[in-house]
């Protein structure tokens, strides 16, 4: 399925920006298709999102949707199965060569959001863990071209990363509940700020059986009787971790509507 747009130009990449194309050598965020600790323990906190984007999203009955800052197409890849129309747009070249080899069959854009044009506006957006990657003089410029883009009433939900944990050299900010919901309501009306990924009393017991399932690991087929300490960490991350209060989450999502 291919959607008509005229392409968007290229931007130029900062500094900060640069830092990201970098990691652009390796489709990174498609690691757990082939290895068993990424599938079972390290995404576990990427799925939330994927899954969190996807469940707010749904149901899927042929609409539009737009994947804004689209990398290399995770979150396309997870929909490419439901009843949906897709497309997707990033600044870099190197991932969307990557997304466009995992889910052929969707319209990849390289360009900048402000500058796409559709001849059919979509019915809903996500922008998983985008924001953070764009300078703060530009977000509303690039919020009001996001606007243009999504039909009266299209749903947006935006995954970002939270002040509770430091901002890493590809990130120009994190965001609070507060600084995220000043952020988009001047262009979207926010319905709620979800938390992801909690930082509480069950993190130390999470870390704990993440690490003996680390060293245990290579033993596990050989050992019958270890204790599965993978499935442990699963089952306390599920429960405990995966979502809760935004103040405590190190991951937030804000769920949107566009005014028209």
């Not at 990174?28 to 599938?39: K, N, S, V």
């Not at 576990?44 to 800052?69: F, S, T, V």
Request: with cysteine; aromatic share 10%.
């Amino acid at each position: 399925m291919v959607i008509d747009a005229t392409m968007a130009q290229t931007p130029s990449l900062d500094q900060i920006q640069q830092v990201q194309e970098d990691e652009y050598v390796f489709p990174y965020h498609y690691m757990d298709l082939a290895d068993e600790w990424h599938r079972k323990i390290a995404f576990l906190h990427y799925y939330a999102r994927l899954n969190c984007a996807k469940e707010l999203l749904a149901p899927y009955n042929g609409q539009r949707i737009l994947d804004a800052g689209c990398g290399d197409g995770r979150f396309c890849f997870e929909l490419r199965k439901e009843n949906v129309r897709l497309m997707g747009i990033d600044y870099s070249e190197r991932a969307l060569a990557f997304a466009r080899a995992f889910v052929p069959g969707v319209e990849f854009v390289c360009g900048d959001l402000r500058e796409l044009q559709v001849e059919e506006r979509f019915d809903g957006c996500a922008m998983i863990e985008t924001l953070e990657h764009i300078p703060p003089p530009e977000i509303e410029s690039v919020l009001l071209g996001l606007r243009r883009l999504l039909k009266p009433g299209a749903r947006l939900v935006i995954t970002v990363p939270s002040v509770t944990i430091p901002i890493i050299d590809k990130h120009y900010q994190h965001f609070s509940e507060e600084s995220l919901r000043k952020t988009l309501d001047g262009v979207f009306d926010v319905e709620q700020v979800l938390g992801l990924d909690q930082d509480n009393s069950w993190r130390v017991k999470y870390d704990k059986c993440v690490r003996m399932a680390g060293r245990l690991g290579p033993f596990r087929r050989k050992i019958k009787s270890l204790p599965d300490y993978i499935e442990r960490a699963r089952a306390i991350y599920k429960e405990h971790l995966e979502r809760g209060p935004a103040v405590t989450a190190r991951n937030l999502v804000a769920v949107c509507r566009n005014r028209g």
